[in-house]
């Protein structure tokens, strides 16, 4: 099992709030991803990054912003909460030895 | 774009029988097909993968099949189980080394007991 972490698993908020969605990962892998998941369970990839101060934008675009200053540590921030935003966030990271990508177990934001 | 069309999107099988999901990808450099499952509430877990120069993988009752000249892999569970029951993802490496995966839209599976 791996050993990446998401906090809060849950969150309902309203609209115009500012949040941060945690992610982080023990293994000291360079690679990480978020991905948003939608009700039909496809995933989305939003935002991706190569190792510090390294972020880059996904397939899908997306109105949040992340950053990466430590390794472990890969947070997704949204400014202002929409409705819209109301969604599944998975986090991800990859093992460069064996190309293997491992998930975190989510983040469920609900925006009301 | 890259592409990955996954069938069915949904499954139902009894118990003890076989399910086969199949994928289809686009990009003739993909070169890693890895296979997720993602039970309710949960991350998607990491199952099996399969790599372009092996046809075939097995691990216990799983196994994953890759036609390269097609274009299309496909996940082979036996012997299904309730446990089973979980939406199953396929995913095809794109963007050469840098190793992003694109998802299909997954497969709900449910076995009955």
């Known amino acids: 099992e791996a050993d990446i972490y998401q906090t809060p698993r849950y969150l309902v908020i309203g609209t115009g709030k500012k949040i941060t969605l945690e992610c982080s990962q023990t293994m000291g892998h360079d690679k990480m991803y978020w991905y948003q998941q939608d009700p039909g369970m496809e995933l989305h990839l939003i935002h991706y990054s190569y190792g510090v101060n390294s972020t880059e934008k996904g397939d899908l675009s997306s109105e949040s912003t992340v950053s990466r200053i430590r390794t472990e540590h890969f947070p997704l921030t949204l400014e202002s909460a929409r409705p819209s935003h109301t969604s599944q966030y998975l986090c991800?990271?990859?093992?460069?030895?064996?190309?293997?990508?491992?998930f975190g177990p989510g983040t469920r934001l609900t925006v009301t | 774009g890259e592409n990955v069309e996954q069938h069915p999107s949904t499954l139902s099988v009894q118990e003890g029988d076989s399910a086969v999901i199949k994928c289809t990808y686009s990009d003739s450099a993909s070169n890693y097909f890895p296979w997720y499952k993602q039970e309710l509430g949960k991350g998607p877990q990491l199952i099996i993968d399969?790599?372009?120069?092996?046809g075939e993988k097995k691990d216990q009752r799983i196994a994953v099949t890759l036609n390269k000249t097609a274009k299309h892999f496909s996940l082979h569970i036996t012997e299904t189980q309730p446990e089973d029951s979980a939406v199953y993802f396929c995913?095809?490496?794109?963007?050469?080394?840098?190793?992003?995966?694109?998802f299909g839209k997954g497969t709900k599976l449910s076995v009955k007991p």
């Open positions: 991800a990271s990859r093992n460069p030895l064996v190309n293997e990508q491992y």
């Open positions: 399969i790599r372009s120069n092996v």
């Open positions: 995913a095809a490496s794109y963007g050469g080394s840098q190793g992003n995966l694109i």
